[in-house]
């Protein structure tokens, strides 16, 4: 009986939208790419970023599918694949910084001046609930597993901490995993170098696993997580299996390295070297986007194949690259590991043949966590259980261009941590966003930051003090949200007391 009614609810599904029952799903997941890391234009002006860059499957995508200019991350790598994999918000999943060694939080996090940060789930996602310090959680890929899906990983794991069964993508509900593991960045991302599988480098948590067999060889990572990928998705095929293909690219993560394929046209244009091969790292990754667009293509399976391209977190601008540190988003503030735009914005498209409208776009804002119920909806995966309670909600049924107009839903940031580089929006804070308006509260000075983002994208004029009333009912919201999932929070080191939840404070 179930059986038949989940039957009839495909058919309806089917030929209500036009989708496909078990639709391959493609998840293309770059690794710190800017809202301006790409010459599609996510703003309402072109900038000279988009002029700079070059990514043309990123332009044919956003033709061929829906444009997101308003798609939120966390401001770091871990809490952002967590709550991709949970659905859970950061706050409630409590790994709400990145994830490496086991039982440990970052030297950042150990010697902070002023504040001490709570026991946060250093230990990442678990399949088992006996882990400490982990957050215990139905992973989808587990979900579409069960449905029949093969469930393909390849790149950038960083789910887990090492040592823990979470830092294998197999324990997480994947049936492959190519090349991921508990760090979060490669050694190096050259074939020459065995992408850091060298005595030099043994014993350190960076060499990239797995590879071995491109090692020696003249070929940049982001070309061969590519091939592994569509020989994974070849093997589907042939199995006849639907598969759901999490494409976690290493790129454009630090460390900055030359492909030699696309980097010599950035010197000659007279960048800045460190700038020429970052530019070069995007256009690398955007060729693995085409070839796997082509391949869809040339197989015969378009039709049947949604393809959703994504960011985990604002480009890097506070470290590590040329010029001037903090602009390398703009018109948004900051960059990785702030609160600001910079840090959360990220690009964001979706095909879905037969649903999405061919070049159509959204200024509707949505959350990583969202991506949860929307992948298992499309998926045809709607009648589960879960161990965790999911925050995500579907955005699945605005694809059709049916998106909502103004939101009033609330969104939430926490991050009761220390990134180590500083900056505009950088440093331990919980943040709401409602509407037009995103309120900051930073957890060192007790300090917020109210701004209008519609009319101050670049987050230039906070708005706290004048709009005072707003900046305590926002500052209610969030402080109730938090006490709701009990939200962590760290301790000041010279009182010993608890920063306060944000509604606590006197404004
Ligand atoms: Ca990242």
Same mark, same amino acid.
């Given at each position: 009986?179930?059986?038949?009614?989940?039957?009839?609810?495909?058919?309806?599904?089917?030929?209500?939208?036009?989708?496909?029952?078990?639709?391959?799903?493609?998840?293309?997941?770059?690794?710190?790419?800017?809202?301006?890391?790409?010459?599609?234009?996510?703003?309402?002006?072109?900038?000279?970023?988009?002029?700079?860059?070059?990514?043309?499957?990123?332009?044919?995508?956003?033709?061929?599918?829906?444009?997101?200019?308003?798609?939120?991350?966390?401001?770091?790598?871990?809490?952002?694949?967590?709550?991709?994999?949970?659905?859970?918000?950061?706050?409630?999943?409590?790994?709400?910084?990145?994830?490496?060694?086991?039982?440990?939080?970052?030297?950042?996090?150990?010697?902070?001046?002023?504040?001490?940060?709570?026991?946060?789930?250093?230990?990442?996602?678990?399949?088992?609930?006996?882990?400490?310090?982990?957050?215990?959680?139905?992973?989808?890929?587990?979900?579409?597993?069960?449905?029949?899906?093969?469930?393909?990983?390849?790149?950038?794991?960083?789910?887990?901490?090492?040592?823990?069964?979470?830092?294998?993508?197999?324990?997480?509900?994947?049936?492959?995993?190519? @090349?991921?593991?508990?760090? =979060?960045?490669? %050694? $190096?991302?050259?074939?020459?170098?065995? #992408?850091?599988?060298?005595? /030099?480098? +043994?014993?350190?948590?960076?060499?990239?696993?797995?590879?071995?067999?491109?090692?020696?060889?003249?070929?940049?990572?982001?070309?061969?997580?590519?091939?592994?990928?569509?020989?994974?998705?070849?093997?589907?095929?042939?199995?006849?299996?639907?598969?759901?293909?999490?494409?976690?690219?290493?790129?454009?993560?630090?460390?900055?390295?030359?492909?030699?394929?696309?980097?010599?046209?950035?010197?000659?244009?007279?960048?800045?070297?460190?700038?020429?091969?970052? @530019?070069?790292?995007?256009? =690398?990754?955007? %060729? $693995?986007?085409?070839?796997?667009?082509? #391949?869809?293509?040339?197989? /015969?399976? +378009?039709?049947?194949?949604?393809?959703?391209?994504?960011?985990?977190?604002?480009?890097?601008?506070?470290?590590?690259?040329?010029?001037?540190?903090?602009?390398?988003?703009?018109?948004?503030?900051?960059?990785?590991?702030?609160?600001?735009?910079?840090?959360?914005?990220?690009?964001?498209?979706?095909?879905?043949?037969?649903?999405?409208?061919?070049?159509?776009?959204?200024?509707?804002?949505?959350?990583?966590?969202?991506?949860?119920?929307?992948?298992?909806?499309? @998926?045809?995966?709607?009648?589960?259980?879960?161990?965790?309670?999911?925050?995500?909600?579907? #955005?699945?049924?605005?694809?059709?261009?049916?998106?909502?107009?103004?939101?009033?839903?609330?969104?939430?940031?926490?991050?009761?941590?220390?990134?180590?580089?500083?900056?505009?929006?950088?440093?331990?804070?919980?943040?709401?966003?409602?509407?037009?308006?995103?309120?900051?509260?930073?957890?060192?000075?007790?300090?917020?930051?109210?701004?209008?983002?519609?009319?101050?994208?670049?987050?230039?004029?906070?708005?706290?003090?004048?709009?005072?009333?707003?900046?305590?009912?926002?500052?209610?919201?969030?402080?109730?949200?938090?006490?709701?999932?009990?939200?962590?929070?760290?301790?000041?080191?010279?009182?010993?007391?608890?920063?306060?939840?944000?509604?606590?404070?006197?404004?």
């Amino acid at each position: 009986m179930r059986y038949l009614l989940t039957l009839c609810t495909y058919l309806f599904i089917w030929s209500f939208s036009g989708a496909q029952e078990q639709p391959n799903i493609i998840l293309f997941f770059v690794d710190d790419l800017g809202w301006q890391d790409t010459s599609e234009p996510f703003w309402t002006k072109t900038t000279s970023f988009n002029k700079t860059y070059r990514t043309p499957n990123m332009e044919r995508l956003a033709d061929e599918g829906m444009k997101f200019t308003q798609a939120y991350a966390t401001p770091v790598c871990s809490p952002t694949r967590v709550s991709l994999l949970t659905g859970m918000n950061a706050a409630r999943h409590r790994v709400t910084n990145w994830t490496l060694h086991k039982d440990k939080m970052q030297p950042m996090e150990t010697g902070h001046q002023t504040l001490s940060f709570p026991p946060w789930n250093v230990n990442g996602i678990t399949p088992d609930f006996d882990i400490d310090h982990a957050v215990y959680a139905t992973p989808f890929p587990s979900l579409l597993q069960e449905d029949g899906y093969e469930t393909i990983h390849v790149g950038k794991a960083h789910f887990g901490a090492i040592g823990t069964p979470g830092e294998n993508p197999l324990n997480l509900g994947f049936d492959v995993n190519i @090349a991921g593991h508990a760090a =979060g960045a490669p %050694k $190096s991302y050259l074939g020459v170098q065995n #992408f850091g599988n060298i005595p /030099e480098f +043994e014993g350190t948590p960076w060499p990239v696993p797995g590879l071995s067999s491109y090692h020696g060889q003249d070929i940049f990572l982001t070309e061969v997580l590519t091939l592994e990928a569509i020989k994974a998705m070849d093997h589907s095929l042939e199995e006849e299996k639907p598969f759901f293909l999490y494409m976690s690219h290493y790129g454009v993560h630090t460390p900055i390295m030359p492909d030699s394929r696309f980097v010599q046209h950035y010197y000659d244009m007279g960048m800045d070297s460190t700038e020429a091969m970052y @530019a070069a790292l995007i256009e =690398g990754v955007d %060729k $693995s986007l085409g070839d796997i667009m082509d #391949f869809v293509v040339e197989r /015969e399976i +378009e039709e049947e194949t949604i393809i959703i391209f994504m960011s985990d977190n604002g480009g890097l601008s506070a470290v590590a690259r040329g010029g001037t540190p903090h602009t390398h988003n703009k018109p948004l503030s900051s960059g990785k590991g702030s609160m600001h735009e910079g840090g959360i914005r990220e690009p964001m498209l979706v095909k879905y043949p037969g649903v999405t409208v061919p070049g159509s776009e959204t200024d509707a804002y949505l959350i990583i966590e969202d991506f949860y119920p929307t992948i298992l909806e499309m @998926a045809g995966v709607t009648d589960y259980e879960t161990i965790q309670m999911v925050d995500g909600e579907s #955005f699945a049924s605005w694809l059709d261009g049916n998106t909502p107009g103004m939101q009033d839903r609330p969104l939430y940031w926490h991050y009761p941590n220390d990134w180590g580089p500083t900056g505009p929006g950088i440093g331990a804070s919980s943040t709401i966003r409602k509407g037009d308006w995103k309120l900051i509260y930073y957890h060192d000075d007790g300090r917020f930051e109210l701004f209008n983002i519609e009319d101050d994208i670049g987050e230039t004029t906070n708005e706290a003090l004048e709009e005072q009333d707003r900046t305590r009912a926002m500052a209610t919201e969030l402080g109730q949200y938090l006490r709701e999932v009990r939200a962590q929070m760290p301790y000041h080191k010279e009182s010993g007391l608890l920063v306060p939840y944000p509604d606590k404070v006197k404004i």
